[in-house]
Every structure is written in C-alpha cells, then in structure tokens.
C-alpha cells in the first residue's frame, strides 16, 4: 500500500472512530480500494466508508494526477454520485471526515 493512501486511511479509521463514539447507533464499513480501481484502468486509490442501513457511501480518493487533492464523493452503494468536492491533503483531518460523515449519514 503506497504511502499516501496509508496514511490517509488511518486518518479515516480514526475519525470512523470518533463518528461511531458521538453515534453510536449508525454502523459503518470502512474499506480500501488499493487495486481495485487500477484493475479497472483508473490511477487512482480509494477509501470507502459505507452506511449500508441508510444506503450511503462516500468515497475517498487518491487521483495520482493529482497528488496534492484528495476528491470525496456522497452516494449510494449502487455508485451514484450525488456530490464531489475536493480537498488539500495535507489539510485534511479526522474533524474534517467526521463532519463530512455527519452531513451524509445523519438526516
């Protein structure tokens, strides 16, 4: 597993971890595409965090072209995207995650 995504994917599981302590009614799935997407013909690594109960995703990824950014899209588990914003790695922390997974999963 490269680098960024490792040290990416720690940051995501600690804030699952925070989001699961303050709601610890809404289970998530956290889970790392390292060849999947490449398998596919994609440059790319992803984080997944999954609410299969509400039927929402997000998505977390690495784009190699763009090794500064880190894109997230909110969905469903069927891969419909219903939004994308992009965000400076480098600047991207556990609050930033637990924020963005109370906007999708708590209604």
Do not use: W
């Not at 680098?3 to 009614?25: C, G, H, P, T, W």
């Not at 790319?44 to 039927?55: E, K, P, R, S, W």
């Not at 950014?69 to 480098?90: C, F, Q, R, T, W």
């Amino acid at each position: 597993m490269k680098s960024k995504l490792q040290n990416l994917s720690e940051i995501v599981a600690r804030a699952n971890d925070m989001f699961y302590s303050k709601f610890n009614n809404i289970d998530t799935l956290m889970g790392i595409m390292d060849k999947t997407l490449r398998n596919q013909g994609m440059r790319a690594d992803a984080i997944t965090i999954d609410c299969i109960a509400l039927d929402k995703k997000i998505v977390i990824l690495l784009h190699d072209d763009k090794p500064d950014v880190v894109e997230i899209a909110l969905g469903n588990k069927e891969g419909d995207i219903y939004s994308s914003l992009e965000y400076e790695l480098a600047k991207l922390s556990e609050a930033d995650i637990v924020e963005i997974m109370k906007t999708n999963f708590i209604s």
